[in-house]
């Protein structure tokens, strides 16, 4: 867990306190980071700069509650801006950022709502009522993090072209089966 | 801990909610050495220092950029720190300049997860780094009686 006393012990130098939130955080960043596509060495340097910018920005911080929708807005940024860059497109000055990323009404974050097992379990609940075949991709996209479309294609026995365009309907239809549970709540 | 209701909303994108599938799958656990780097960066904490941030540079007027070097600037208390960045042989030049210059006493530290480098400021404010591995870095400029003013974090990769 971390808390105010947690973030006071980082800011105060303590690195055992440090270590406890990266345990903490360490698989979000790591996961917003994949969900982008990126290798894992790639994901490596994302992530690597995002805890670097973490150390940089705490003092600003401070508040427990908005780390982690700090590190996923960071995170994803960062993400973003190598894919870019990997796919070509030539940046000549990286470090554009937004003032403060922090508390811009992240949310309605996924990711963030998973840092709670509830929300992780309820989410897969829904998955496993999923028809196929939005069931097996999701199954197959969680268990193999590195294979490429082609393979996930294949492995769901449609062709690569149709991978995207069904991975896409069955994220809109896993949406509207969270939503109106929360529409009651 | 609250969490607000429309988590899972329509107003996420695809990315978070595959972040959000896989995180609470556990399929894909952090490696060890990515958790250890995220550990070592607490190591290059500096307390006290004013974070320069990244500026607009106005574009050289009539000139492509042909994407070589790449000027980089970055401001905070009153201080400009311009970077000059170039590659060769897959490593990272790094030639930059304090304005205004801070005179005597004042150094420059460039560092980088893996190694710091530390040059005297030439009475113009320069400074010259050769030979730097790609990847995250950032320049520390310390100035006698002030607070080290340090560049927010950033990555170069060779081209």
């Known amino acids: 867990m971390v808390d105010q006393h947690t973030i006071e012990a980082v800011l105060a130098g303590d690195q055992d306190a440090w270590d406890v939130v990266v345990k903490h955080f360490g698989p979000l960043v790591w996961s917003v980071v994949r969900a982008h596509g990126l290798s894992a060495a790639d994901a490596s340097d994302v992530v690597q700069g995002t805890w670097l910018r973490l150390v940089e920005s705490l003092p600003g911080i401070r508040d427990p509650e908005r780390i982690s929708s700090w590190l996923c807005t960071t995170a994803r940024r960062e993400a973003a801006l190598l894919l870019r860059r990997t796919r070509g497109e030539q940046l000549t000055a990286e470090p554009v950022e937004p003032a403060d990323p922090v508390g811009a009404g992240h949310s309605a974050d996924p990711v963030l709502a998973v840092l709670t097992a509830d929300e992780g379990r309820r989410l897969w609940r829904a998955v496993e009522s999923m028809d196929e075949p939005c069931r097996s991709l999701f199954r197959l996209m969680a268990a193999a993090p590195d294979a490429g479309v082609h393979q996930l294609a294949g492995r769901l026995g449609m062709p690569t072209g149709s991978y995207g365009p069904t991975r896409r309907r069955c994220l809109d239809r896993l949406r509207s089966l969270l939503v109106p549970q929360e529409a009651a709540s | ?159």
Do not use: K, N
């Open chain 2, 1 to 159: 801990m609250t969490r607000a209701p429309s988590s899972f909303g329509s107003s996420s994108d695809d990315e978070s909610l595959i972040a959000a599938l896989r995180l609470a799958s556990g399929h894909d656990p952090v490696p060890d050495e990515v958790t250890a780097t995220a550990r070592a960066a607490f190591g290059l904490r500096l307390p006290g220092a004013a974070t320069a941030r990244p500026l607009a540079v106005p574009a050289p007027s009539g000139i492509r950029s042909t994407g070589r070097a790449r000027l980089l600037r970055f401001g905070a208390d009153g201080l400009t720190v311009d970077l000059d960045v170039d590659s060769s042989g897959g490593l990272v030049d790094l030639a930059g300049r304090v304005c205004p210059p801070p005179g005597a006493g004042a150094r420059a530290e460039v560092r980088t997860p893996c190694l710091t480098e530390s040059r005297e400021l030439s009475p113009t404010g320069q400074f010259a780094v050769v030979g730097l591995p790609p990847g995250w870095f950032s320049v520390v400029c310390h100035r006698p009686g002030h607070p080290p003013v340090a560049t927010s974090w950033t990555r170069i990769r060779p081209e």
